[in-house]
């Protein structure tokens, strides 16, 4: 049993301490600690957990320090863990900047910490159902669209929601990002309410990303293509569609049902479509049972800081991409 701290009670950080309670087989959940004493007070009479009167404290009472505070402070309480000794959970974006961030990665080695960046959308039931499916895909198209609420707007739209997909795009393609090409528009806010950015990697896949949190409606879709399949992935209805392409001879369509015939000049080609099962989860609790697990174990966890690094880094390269685009136009 590890025994687990949190930093931060806000909006999220409650939903992390009432998960923390839910994986009690796997996780021990000793208090939390929260600058606002008033929202302190309210989740410690309304949750009955023990209350710390210092980061420091608390993070010498755990194994585990799950960081669930604004981003601004996320590099300073990292660091107060990692020096400690103490593994690391921590929500998105791992850090303010790049920099702060390579410290932190640096850091967390020299300490052989484990550390796991909170990237929820890994553990959504739509993705989960592809696991072990042999992704290979050359264009993926993603649209994450929300309706405006002033929570987040601190920060470009960028850092607060397209982050996300960023993740997802990098874990599938294997290959390194060599050119991005970005456009935003700041409707509310002063920072990129909307944006695209189209990511090449060095092994000629291409990834489109639009993110827009002003939206009419919500939209969490994620496309793939690669050469034998088109893969669809509702991340919002928790749905995924998997539509492959089999040669007219080829033995693997015999076990298969769901089949359309399709005529290609003199060839006939069969269409299979599966929707593959859903398991419906909680993704929060999920990914910090998985963490527990890793250390469990002593497994790498499923989104490391290398990973939590490398989408920081590819975000602000977006955002570079967009403000370098806004002063070519402006002239």
Known sequence: ?????????GHLGKIHLKCIQLAKDKL???????????TAEKVQTELGLKLFDSPESLIEAVDIVDIVTP?????????LTIIQGKHLFIEKPLTQTVEQAEELLAL???????VQVGHVERFNPALLALDGADLQPMFIEAHRLAIFNPRGTDVSVVLDLMIHDIDIVLSMIKADVINISANGVAVVSPTPDIANARLEFSNG???NITTSRISMKQMRKVRLFQPDAYISLDFLDKQAQVIRMFDKDDPAISKMDNLMEL???????Y????MPPIEQVNAIKMELETFADSILNNTR?????????KALKVAYDIIDAIEANAKRLAG
């Not at 005529?263 to 080609?269: P, V």
């Not at 966890?301 to 690094?309: A, E, F, H, L, Q």
């Open 71 to 79: 981003t601004p402070t996320h590099y300073e309480l990292a660091k």
């Open 28 to 38: 021990d959940l000793v208090g939390f600690y929260d600058a606002d004493p008033v």
């Open 301 to 309: 966890p499923k989104v490391n800081i290398d990973d939590g690094y």
């Open 263 to 269: 005529q290609t000049g003199d060839k006939t080609k």
């Open 108 to 114: 967390a080695k020299e300490k052989e910490v484990k």
């Open 205 to 207: 896949a291409v990834a």
């Open 271 to 274: 269409i299979h479509i599966d």
């Open 1 to 9: 049993m590890l025994k687990i701290g949190v930093l931060g009670a």
